[in-house]
């Protein structure tokens, strides 16, 4: 087969995205404003939520969230070690202590029984990470955080109404997925999901949190906590500030600046759109290679079942038998046929920031298994079916060589 230059995530813009650019630049209102509260609004509508609050990050909302719920020095939050530093970074942002589970055997999943065991009366969220964008067993964290009520102790009015630990997923690669019939975003309490460049859905930069309605909680007063956040504490924003002699506003707390702008929000709003046929086409791709690679000594992410529909995020795959060095020469090899590939994750305990906070990945043996062998395919909309078979055949035929 002719040699090609395969990309490992290009995002997927059209003219279409182009153009309500350059309309919203053109509109004279390019930071946040009437096109950013039309991306939350359509957000809130795809994941059954009331409400959506676009930001510039999912680390952002995943941040604020935990700033929202009150959560600070002296509290603990549980998250998996097999993940990107932004699911655990954000617990230390507020001040809190990061505790790290590692994955079942032979799973990319927190091993729920560990995170059983973690949870004490400082535990105040539950940070799960629905990694390539496959849903954790939801039922399974929400009945271990039932089990363990008795023990928790809330520090603000949230908690306080939800009287229990907060479960606030990493959706960052889950967008447009579901589990058990339920879009993600109405699964867990609150859910933060990433817009950026490489994503399945892409702002440019950018992302969203979305929550479930909680009993005796007004969601016009969360909505509103988290505008200010993201706006340095000021009561208004600048869409509020252009009412008729409506210039005058108030800094509530000395807080953050992670707004969504207007230019971000434009190419959302096509992607939107666009976005179930986007979907369509990362199952297909999926389809093709798991029916290709049956057989072979591989485990890859489980994407479809019965209890969850992924969005199709990441192809993520274990050479199975091959160590740290190989998987490694296997990279290098494919990038010398043309095709990129990629790892995730290094989990977490081997980065040198959670060396320096006592983590050792040696407390996380089934982590590193899955990563020691992990190379992650190219899955995404600018692939051609010609594409896809041009990878398959140099995955079979570098594998080979690479076992050998």
């Not at 909680?217 to 409506?246: C, M, P, R, V, W």
Request: proline share 3%.
């Amino acid at each position: 087969m002719k040699s090609r230059q395969i990309s490992f995530s290009p995002p997927d813009i059209t003219e279409e995205e182009i153009k309500e650019v350059a309309e919203a630049m053109r509109s004279g209102w390019i930071t946040t404003g009437p096109r950013t509260k039309k991306l939350e609004s359509q957000i809130a509508d795809f994941c059954h939520t009331s409400k959506a609050v676009c930001l510039n990050s999912a680390t952002a909302a995943l941040e604020l969230t935990l700033r929202v719920l009150g959560i600070g020095e002296g509290d603990e939050v549980i998250t998996s070690a097999y993940t990107y530093t932004a699911s655990a970074s954000v617990i230390d942002h507020v001040g809190a202590k990061i505790v790290l589970v590692d994955t079942a055997k032979d799973s990319w999943e927190m091993d729920y029984d560990a995170l059983e065991k973690a949870i004490n009366e400082k535990t105040k969220a539950i940070i799960p990470v629905d990694l390539g964008g496959v849903p954790c067993d939801y039922d399974k964290i929400k009945a271990i955080v039932e089990a363990k009520k008795d023990l928790f102790q809330p520090n603000n009015k949230i908690q306080q109404a939800m009287g229990r630990i907060a479960i606030t997923a990493d959706a960052a690669h889950a967008f447009g997925a579901s589990y058990k019939g339920q879009p993600i975003g109405a699964v867990a309490d609150f859910t933060s999901f990433s817009f950026h460049a490489v994503k399945n859905f892409t702002t440019a930069e950018g992302g969203a949190v979305v929550w479930k309605d909680i009993n005796g909680i007004d969601n016009e007063e969360i909505y509103h906590q988290y505008q200010l956040f993201s706006l340095h504490g000021q009561s208004k924003d600048a869409l509020a500030k252009t009412k008729l002699g409506a210039w005058e506003y108030d800094i509530k707390g000395p807080w953050y600046k992670c707004n969504m702008t207007d230019i971000m929000a434009a190419i959302g709003l096509v992607q939107m759109k666009r976005y179930p046929e986007m979907l369509k086409r990362r199952k297909e791709i999926i389809s093709k290679y798991n029916e290709a690679f049956k057989g072979m000594s591989i485990q890859t992410l489980m994407h479809y079942s019965e209890d969850h529909q992924s969005s199709g995020h990441l192809y993520l795959v274990r050479l199975l038998g091959l160590g740290e060095e190989e998987r490694n020469a296997f990279i290098t090899k494919m990038a010398e046929h043309g095709v990129a590939t990629n790892v995730h994750y290094k989990p977490l305990p081997m980065h040198t920031a959670y060396k320096n906070l006592g983590f050792d990945i040696k407390n996380c043996p089934n982590a590193y298994k899955q990563y020691q062998n992990e190379v992650t395919l190219p899955l995404h909309t600018k692939l051609t079916d010609e594409d896809v078979d041009y990878i398959i055949e140099n995955f079979k035929e570098v594998y080979q060589d690479v076992k050998a």
